[in-house]
């Protein structure tokens, strides 16, 4: 599909759009809580997409995958009010998660339910914050009365444990 | 590198996350560059995040968001100018090379290819640029005309500023409103919210003076100050107000408006 929108074929936008649409706007609207920006996010990341095709490439894990990493990212700068500070070039990511059809989408995100509901409590509270409300870990660390450092810990083993449930 | 001086993976989870602030990000990015053991596991790091992505919970596209979206991609390949991809002429089509080429000498044809060859190269990173550069430009033309719109609503003589209060006794939650009708620019400036659960939000609603429904007006959180703004909802225009007020609704928002009503305000008009 990008080989088509490489060669400016507007039509496969379309395509685009229905594939990974739903994806990147929820993602967009988790974070934002306003359906208005988030569809504004959504424009946005796959404007970039159709102006610039190759800043994804194979090597960085599933197209699903950066999309999702890459609306997270944007959210947040619209979310802190800051410019975006980064180009979509600057995400790399490996991953192996499957998320070009709503089937593989659906039986990911299960999984990835399932083992987000497994995390201690505390695990899952500070990722959610860091990750969806944007918080710093100084942010979390004064909202929870927690060290610093527990924070940090919590996320990195938060994400690890996160990986080896859905790659099990 | 040795054991010693690779990144610690906390601080590669908060680089993903683009949690470190910029000199720290700055001194991983450094290192990333020459340190594939720490690029290899950042990215991993980055994975794991698409996965908590996933965790979002799904909701359809708003309707006609797919031909918004195909409407802009229209417009700005026009404005950028990108031609629809090259025909494909077939070899019959094709008009037959004359002979005359082929008496050209080997040696200068190779040294016209490879010419060729570099002005196709300077060509396409001289495209690549201007490409990059016309995205930075609609971007910061998009946030100017913005900032512009915020502050024509903010000194419009014809806008009508409101006072919202608490519509009960409790001394603290209030809001002003500035609302300009004729465009659709609404900015809301609330203070001293009471906290919500993680499955409630705010929503806002601008009341018509015509006696039609609430129209929702955007949903905002208060941060850990009680503070919360809303800037330029999607509106239509043209449409009066009589009143404004704010409620408590499910996380997703609410299509109409659930009682009680937490802050109200006439325009007085």
Known sequence: ?168 | MSEETHIPQEDLALYALRELPEGEAAAVRAHLAGCADCRQEAAELAGDLALVALGAEQHPLPEGARERLLKKIAVDAGETGREAAPKVVSIEDAKPVRRIYMSVPWAAVAAMLVFAFALMMKIGALNLEVKQQSALLAQQAAASSRAQRVLDALTAGSAQRVLLTAAKTKPAPSAHAVYVASSGSLILQANNLDPLPTDKTYELWVIPADGKAPIPAGLFRPDAAGSASVILPALPTGVAAKAFGVTVERAEGSATPTAPIVLAGATGE
């Open chain 1, 1 to 168: 599909m990008l080989e088509r929108v490489k060669a400016n074929d507007q039509g496969a936008m379309g395509e685009f759009c229905d594939r990974y649409g739903r994806l990147v706007y929820s993602v967009a609207l988790r974070v934002l809580k306003d359906p208005s920006q988030a569809e504004d996010l959504m424009q946005e990341v796959f404007l970039q997409v159709w102006r610039n095709p190759g800043a994804f490439e194979r090597g960085r894990g599933t197209l699903g995958a950066w999309l999702a990493v890459v609306a997270r990212n944007r959210a947040v700068d619209v979310l802190r009010r800051r410019k975006p500070n980064d180009s979509v070039d600057d995400v790399v990511l490996t991953s192996s998660t499957n998320l070009a059809s709503e089937v593989e989408r659906n039986s990911m995100m299960e999984k990835v339910r399932q083992a987000m509901g497994g995390l201690p409590e505390e695990q899952q509270r500070s990722v959610e914050l860091a990750f969806f409300e944007g918080m710093t870990h100084a942010e979390i660390a004064a909202r929870t009365g927690d060290p610093l450092g527990t924070v940090k810990t919590r996320i990195r083993t938060a994400l690890m444990s996160l990986r080896k449930a859905v790659q099990a």
